[in-house]
């Protein structure tokens, strides 16, 4: 089994701006803007939250509420208006699909999906970021695969219900993979609970990736586990030994400031079972 921390969402370079956490500690992960969706910001309902209204307030009208919205991965049954043969998934393709495929990512797997997140302020009526509130790194959805189905012509027929993800209109000339959810999680010798695919509703520190002392949001504070061990292959994109460091039950990496799938072995790495297990039972 593998867990992909796979960045997806809006940032200073996709949107021009984070995610906002509000005061009631409820984080909605904004999709990225594009074109050719067919999915308007005005037609998504995440967390409680219509995102039209939001993604208008928080960028002042740079990214309309109709403006049309790249909902991927796409975690929630009532996020959007769908029909029953739905079932949360993930599309990749190009070379970040390439990547995954090199790592063998498959069944089983299990995608953590963050982004960077700020504190939001209601102020006189009107919704603006905290600016004494920095960025940071949060993780806010999972998905566990229940199959990744390298998508071309003759899956036509099986995935029409998909057909409104910007990715599957381009597996002609891409190596568009479909990630369907399990229906429940399942990992090894841990019963848990929860369903195979969500968002976190709230923010917790657990869910935290940036260092609350760092510098920057890719300065990251990962459980000492995390810590490249010898004859174990480290979290992809992520072989640099100065990179890293060791600090008490923390370690701490400068993660690469763009990339979007980085793969861990759990075989390597069993403690990464458990704890990817306690983040989402509780706080899935």
Known sequence: MKIIL???????????FPSPIF????????????????????D?????YELG???????????????RA??????????VERGSEWRPFFGQAGVAQEHLKKEGVGANDIFIFFGPFQNVLNIGGEMVFNHNDRERHVMWGWLQADAAIEVNTEHEKDFQWVHYHLHYKKHKESNYTLYLAKQSLSLPEIRAESAGAGIFKSFNTDLQLTNPDGDKANDWR?????????????????????????????????SVSRGQEFVLDCAEYPESIPWVADLISRHG
């Not at 209204?53 to 403006?67: H, N």
Request: charged share 25%; hydrophobic share 30%.
């Open 6 to 16: 796979s960045r997806k969402g809006l940032d200073s370079r996709s949107g021009g």
């Open 222 to 254: 990962l459980p000492g586990w995390f810590y490249p061990r010898e004859g174990a292959k480290p979290l992809t994109y992520h072989g640099e030994i100065n990179r890293w460091s060791r600090g008490g039950q923390y370690c701490y990496l400068d």
């Open 70 to 79: 790249h909902l991927d991965p796409d975690l929630v049954f009532d996020s």
């Open 53 to 67: 209204g939001l993604v208008a307030a928080l960028s002042k009208e740079s990214i309309a509420a109709d403006d």
């Open 23 to 42: 005061s009631n500690g409820r984080m909605v992960p904004l999709p990225v803007p594009d074109k050719q969706s067919r999915i308007n910001y005005n």
């Open 44 to 48: 998504v309902r995440l967390n409680g």
